[in-house]
C-alpha cells in the first residue's frame, strides 16, 4: 500500500520534466521523469549531436511515486512532502561557468543544500585496483595527495559555514596508506567535526603486523567510524568485485580489530552490481546481525557508471535503489518490506531539527532530493531478543507529520497564539497550548515525547531510547541511539545517464578541494564524480617522478620499505592477502 490512505495518488501517470547532461559531450539538455507501461520510472533525454538516451530511474512506478507524494491542506496549499530545502544559504563564492548547474560547483547560489558530510581525498593512492574506482593513481597516471596544510584549511572551510557540516568524512584511493593518517583524525576532531569517518577498504585496520595497535592508536586520535567495503561474504563476490582472491579473512581481520580496540561503529558498504553482488544482500544483512556490537549500519550503494561505456552495457549492469529494496524482501523473507519499512532520507528533516534544537547540538539537515537514498532501521526486540524492523514500534508517518507540525511552531512559537496540542488533542490540550510560549526546552523536551507516545506500539524501549537522545544533549547520546540498532540504507550516486539537476541542486555530501589558487572548491559528491574530478585533479596533481616513484608504489599504496620488510618476512615471496 506504500503507506498511503485515501488517495488516487498512485493511480495517475508520473511525469516531470527537469534537466540532465549528455553522456557523450557533458552537456546541459533537457529531459524526462516519465513512468512507462512496464511499471518502471525512466528518464528521456535527447542531445543534438548525440541522439536519445534513455535510462531506468526506478524499477518500482508506485513505490517511487509515493517517495514524491506530496499532503495538501484544504486550500490545496502543500503541507508536507519529501522534497525540502536547507535553511542556510550555502553558497560562498561566485559562478564562474555562464551555463550554471552542474557547472558551477564551487558552490554556487543555486544549491539548496548546505552540505551534512564532508569529504577528503586524502589520496589517490590504493592497494586495490578495482574496475569501477573512480579514483586511482593507476588509471590517472599522476599522484593527488594533499598536504596537511591544505587538508587543514579544507576542514576550517567546512566548520566556518553558517551551518558547519558536523561530520567528515576521509577518502580515496585508500586513505589509511597515509603514514600521517592517525594526525589526519586529531586534526578532524580538534576543529570540532563531531564524527569522522574514513572510507576504506580495510587497509590500516587489517595489517597482520600492527594492525591492532594502529587501530586502538587512530581510534584514540578521534576516528569514530567505518565505512567498510563490503561486497558479500563470499571470496567469490571478491574475486569479480575487487581481482583479488581469499578478501573475506581480511575484511574478518578489520572486524576483529576494531572489536579488540573498542571501536564499534563499522557501517558496512556495498557497491551493488546487478547479477554480481545483488545475490548477497542478504548474506550481508545477516553478518552484520552476527556481529551487531560493533557493526552499527549497512549502506548498499547501487553501483554509479562513471567512465564512458555503451548504452548496452549501461542497461545490464543498472540496479536501482528499488531493486536493492526489492531484493532485501526478498531475501529476508519478507520481514524488510519495501512497502512499510523504507522511506526517503528527507523523511527525517524536521525530526532531525527538533532533535538539535532541544538538546543544543548542530543539526544534520538531510535536506537531499528524495531519490538520492532510502533508509530504515532494525531494533532489538526486548522479548525476543531478534531484530525487528522499527515500524514495529511505532507509525513512522504519523510520527514524522506530528514532528512536522510540532517543528514549525516551536519555530514560530514567538510570532503566533499557538493552538498545538489543542488542534492534537481537542480540549484537553488547551492547558498544554496556554505555557508553551513561555516553555524552557526541557519542558519542551517532555512535551515532544509525550506527543509521539500516542503514535507508539511499544513504548518501553523506543521511548527510553528518545528520551536519551533528547535529555542528555550531547553528540554521544545521540550516537549511542545507535546502540543494538542497524541501520539500512539504499543511496544511489548519480552518473551522466541519470543525472537530475533537481537532485544535484540538494545534494548535502560535498567533496572539499584546496586549490593552487588558495582557495577552497566545495563540489557535490555526484557532479565531482562525473564532470569535475578530472579536470580539477590535474589542476592539484603531483606528476609520478623518479622522485615520487622512489617514496611509494604507486600501484600498492605501501612505501619501498614496507615491501622489501613484507619480502623478507615471507621468504623473498610477496604473497597475496
Request: a negative charge; glycine letters at 6%; one cysteine or more.
Amino acid at each position: 500500500m506504500y503507506h498511503l490512505d485515501g488517495t488516487d495518488y498512485l493511480n495517475e501517470k508520473y511525469f516531470r520534466k527537469t534537466v540532465s547532461i549528455c553522456p557523450e559531450c557533458l552537456e546541459r539538455i533537457p529531459a524526462v521523469v516519465q513512468e512507462e507501461d512496464d511499471g518502471q520510472i525512466y528518464m528521456r533525454k535527447t542531445c543534438r549531436e548525440h541522439g536519445d538516451f534513455k535510462d531506468v530511474i526506478s524499477s518500482n512506478a508506485k513505490y517511487y511515486k509515493w517517495t514524491h507524494y506530496q499532503k495538501k491542506d484544504k486550500d490545496g496549499n502543500v503541507v508536507w512532502q519529501f522534497e525540502k530545502d536547507g535553511e542556510a544559504n550555502p553558497a560562498d563564492c561566485s559562478p564562474e561557468d555562464p551555463r550554471g548547474c552542474p557547472y558551477n560547483c564551487g558552490l554556487c547560489s543555486e544549491h539548496l543544500s548546505t552540505c551534512s558530510l564532508a569529504l577528503i581525498d586524502l589520496t589517490n593512492r590504493c592497494n586495490f585496483n578495482c574496475n569501477f574506482c573512480y579514483a586511482n593513481v593507476q588509471k590517472s597516471g599522476y599522484l593527488v595527495e594533499p598536504s596537511l596544510e591544505e587538508i587543514d584549511r579544507i576542514m576550517k572551510h567546512f566548520r566556518s559555514k553558517p551551518l558547519p557540516a558536523p561530520a567528515i568524512m576521509f577518502t580515496g584511493g585508500e586513505p589509511t596508506v597515509r603514514k600521517d593518517f592517525p594526525e589526519i583524525c586529531k586534526m578532524a576532531k580538534d576543529h570540532g567535526f563531531k564524527e569522522v569517518i574514513v572510507a576504506t577498504n580495510g587497509y590500516g585496520f587489517s595489517r597482520k603486523k600492527d594492525g591492532l595497535e594502529w587501530t586502538k592508536k587512530v581510534y584514540e586520535m578521534g576516528l569514530d567510524t567505518l565505512y567498510l567495503q563490503f561486497d558479500g561474504i563470499n571470496n567469490e563476490t571478491y574475486e569479480k568485485t575487487r581481482g583479488i582472491k581469499n578478501l573475506m579473512s581480511y575484511k574478518m581481520r578489520v572486524v576483529e580489530n576494531c572489536r579488540k580496540a573498542g571501536l564499534s561503529s563499522i557501517n558496512l558498504v556495498a557497491t551493488i552490481v546487478k547479477g554480481i553482488t545483488d545475490i548477497e544482500v542478504g548474506n550481508i544483512i545477516q553478518f552484520a546481525l552476527d556481529n551487531i556490537d560493533v557493526v552499527r549500519g549497512i549502506t548498499f550503494q547501487p553501483v554509479s557508471l562513471c567512465g564512458r561505456i555503451s548504452s548496452e552495457e549501461m542497461q545490464e549492469l543498472r540496479i536501482t535503489n528499488a531493486d536493492v529494496i526489492q531484493e532485501i524482501e526478498n531475501q529476508t523473507g519478507g520481514k524488510i518490506r519495501m512497502d512499510e519499512a523504507w522511506y526517503p532520507l528527507t523523511t527525517i528533516v524536521e525530526f532531525g531539527r527538533i532533535v538539535a534544537y532541544l538538546s543544543d547540538v548542530e543539526p544534520v539537515e538531510f535536506t537531499c532530493h528524495p531519490d538520492c537514498g532510502f533508509a530504515t532501521y532494525l531494533v532489538v526486540d526486548p522479548d525476543t531478543n531478534e531484530m525487528v524492523p522499527i515500524i514495529d514500534y511505532f507509525d513512522p508517518l504519523k510520527i514524522i507529520d506530528f514532528a512536522n507540525r510540532f517543528w514549525e511552531k516551536v519555530k514560530h512559537k514567538e510570532k503566533q497564539p499557538i493552538k498545538f496540542f489543542e488542534n492534537l488533542l481537542g480540549d484537553a490540550g488547551k492547558t498544554l497550548d496556554g505555557g508553551l510560549e513561555f516553555l524552557d526546552k526541557t519542558q519542551l523536551k517532555a512535551r515532544f515525547l509525550l506527543g509521539m507516545l500516542q503514535y507508539t506500539k511499544k513504548p518501553g524501549k523506543l521511548m527510553d531510547m528518545f528520551s536519551r537522545l533528547l535529555m542528555n544533549a550531547d553528540w554521544e547520546s545521540i550516537s549511542s541511539f545507535t546502540h543494538g540498532t542497524l541501520l539500512l540504507s539504499s543511496m544511489h550516486f548519480q552518473d551522466a545517464y541519470n543525472m537530475d539537476i533537481e537532485r544535484t541542486k540538494r545534494c548535502i555530501v560535498h567533496f572539499g578541494v584546496a586549490m593552487p589558487d588558495g582557495t577552497i572548491k566545495e563540489i557535490p559528491f555526484c557532479t565531482m564524480n562525473t564532470l569535475h574530478r578530472e579536470s580539477i585533479e590535474k589542476q592539484v596533481a603531483k606528476s609520478i617522478t623518479q622522485k615520487v616513484r622512489e617514496e611509494f608504489d604507486t600501484t600498492t599504496g605501501q612505501t619501498r620499505e614496507e615491501i622489501r620488510q613484507e619480502v623478507a618476512q615471507n621468504g623473498g615471496i610477496k604473497k597475496e592477502e
